[in-house]
């Protein structure tokens, strides 16, 4: 069922692009940016209808300055983005933890903008590749913004901000060649790496399929660093920020994402706006881990430190919020683009710690947009503009929006009693964070275990999500050429688990050449497992929100089609039908929903091949139909079939077996044991036949 619809900046988006057209003459007609209309758009001013065209011509110079300057500079890191608006309700009040305002009523919902992203390709580079995916938060509260500035994996590469720059020119395309685009699979990448060993707990998950995720409405988010909430009675207690998807957290393998990347560069960005049109809306959980300094003192690690984790068995998730996506950007570039997020944007009752990744972070973002938006007032710019009043004495300075009325341009002043004041009772107060001590550059040796959690990571995973490790290591080794970077880097895979290192070495024919690396703490090996790692170890059983492909031809079973369509939207999944040609099909009245040279498998969660015995004989000739089964068989996906389809499968090379989601629709629970095995997402039992373990 549809949401009321919420959102933000309502009254300046909407009324902002018609005021323009209503006040100028009331009609829809055409002007310039200074209001004057415009009579013909198609033709620029010259002197006789073949002469040349005449400096003199306003309007083609206005439109075509303007159109030069579309483009702002993409951010530096992130630059892929995809964004919408939702609100935030807390599901309890939180006083006891903070005072923050929007977390004490859950009858009180708070506007939000989200921007997912990948981290190291450009804005145009696809949705697909194996990263990072960020994941921030804007919430409008009535204190001010609040920015949750998060990734889809709970650690980060580095432990020091001073070495941000370096991380990002080495993840970014080489700058002399200009490639690779939106992958990490190349030699500065790894050399970087390999020589800092605290990356190796976040390699681990970007290696793993987290990296490669389904949607974004399938990804957990988290808020990485150790925050501080603190209550009305100013008490301080320690969490750290974790979304939660409804749909549960759901990945690709690497084959299919490489050939998504090819089928559908914008495959996530669609998806996201697509739920949002269908009233599908996507929703997570915000929880935190709380705890007291007491507790951090005996965590065998520093909460300070950015690459660790505290497993969810040791301090577990107290849900505290529900977030809804139920609104797409009106404009992708005023929005999507323009967003400024800090993590700076605090409210009263939320801190910071002195972990120094937070610490340079709060440095950065403000400066950035300065020079991506052009200068210090982008938080006029609607989509960035606070709910609540603003009202300082900062003035002037590029694109400044707001008419700042009076002579009183400063504080303190007698001469306006009604100009602003600071608040000692509402405004912001920083925690009297006790941490102190002499000035030097060091780092803590607190910090300095960099290898037990990525061991603990590694046997927190299931059997093929080990696998799928030791896959995404070879590959991206093996692209890298210069062999000193190879040997060194399998020498830290060894360090953080000997298995792990062999089977890698193994697979790049490169057996006994790792480098011997000394880490300068020895990794533990008493740490438990913690399944709540593991994407498949906790993963539901449903198809909601997925997407089901049903192979039509003409001549196809009108009447199994919509059986199947009705239990998949039974289920909330829906049925796209992909046939030869996109022209209504004939002897069934069924319109297909894509052409399949537009629609590989890939696209979609599970497959049925529903021929008729006449289309499956002009099938079966046909590479793309076969590549069609061929594919989602190899993706491990649920594949339901009729009789006709017979000979397609065979050609595939695919064998039915019912027990590994290949499922025939005809026999009277076909349907429904389709459907039970699209519920798994992925068949593993069928990944050890078809891709054995290396
Ligand atoms: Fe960052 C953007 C997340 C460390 C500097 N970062 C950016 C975005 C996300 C993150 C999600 C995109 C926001 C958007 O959609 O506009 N960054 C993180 C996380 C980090 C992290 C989770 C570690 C825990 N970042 C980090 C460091 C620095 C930066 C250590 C610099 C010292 N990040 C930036 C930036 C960006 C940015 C250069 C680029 C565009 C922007 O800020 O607005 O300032």
Known sequence: MKKPKQRSHDNDKRKGGETHQTTTSGDRTLTTNQGVAISDNQNSLKSGDRGPTLLEDFILREKITHFDHERIPERIVHARGSGAHGYFQPLKNLSRLTKAGFLQDPKKPTKVFVRFSTVAGGAGSVDTPRDVRGFAVKFYTEEGNFDLVGNNIPVFFIQDAMKFPDLVHAVKMEPDRGFPQAGSAHDNFWDFVSLMPETMHMLMWAMSDRGIPRSLRHIEGFGVHTFRLVNAKDESTFVKFHWRPALGAASTLWDEAVKIAGADPDYQRRDLWQSIEDGDYPEWTLSVQAFDQATADKLDFDILDPTKIIPEEVIPLTPIGRMVLNENPVNFFAETEQIAFHPGHIVPGIDFTPDPLLQGRLFSYLDTQLSRLGGPNFHEIPINRPVCPMRNFQRDGHMRMNLQPGRVNFEPNSLDPNSPRENPMRGFASFPDPSAGPKLRQRPESFADHYSQARQFWRSMTPPE??????????????????????????????????????????????????????????????????????????????????????????????????????????????????????KLKGNGLTPD??????????????????????????????????????????????????????????????????????????????????????KHKIWDREKLMHPPR
């Open 466 to 583: 080990q696998s799928h490790i030791v896959n995404a290591f070879t590959f991206e080794l093996s692209k890298v050429v210069t062999p000193a970077i190879r040997t060194r880097m399998l020498g830290h895979l060894d360090v953080i688990e000997p298995e792990l290192g062999k089977r890698v070495a193994a697979a790049m024919g490169l057996e006994g050449q790792a480098d011997e690396i000394t880490p300068a703490v020895k990794p533990r090996d008493d740490l438990e497992p913690s399944p709540a790692l593991s994407i498949i170890a906790k993963a539901p059983e449903t198809i909601k929100g997925r997407t089901v492909a049903a192979l039509v031809t003409d001549g196809s079973d009108g009447a199994a089609v919509s059986k199947l369509r009705q239990a998949l939207k039974k289920e909330g999944a829906q049925l796209k039908l992909v046939a030869p040609k996109v022209g």
């Open 594 to 679: 894509m052409q399949l040279d537009g629609a590989p498998s890939v696209l979609f969660d599970a497959v049925v091949a529903l021929p008729s015995e006449e289309g499956a004989e002009a099938l079966v000739d046909i590479a793309g139909a076969i590549d069609w089964l061929r594919d989602a068989n190899g993706h491990l996906k649920a594949i339901g079939f009729n009789e006709a389809a017979g000979p397609m499968l065979e050609k595939a090379g695919i064998t039915p077996d019912a027990k590994l989601g290949i499922v025939s629709l005809d026999g009277g629970r076909g349907l429904d044991s389709f459907i039970a095995a699209a519920k």
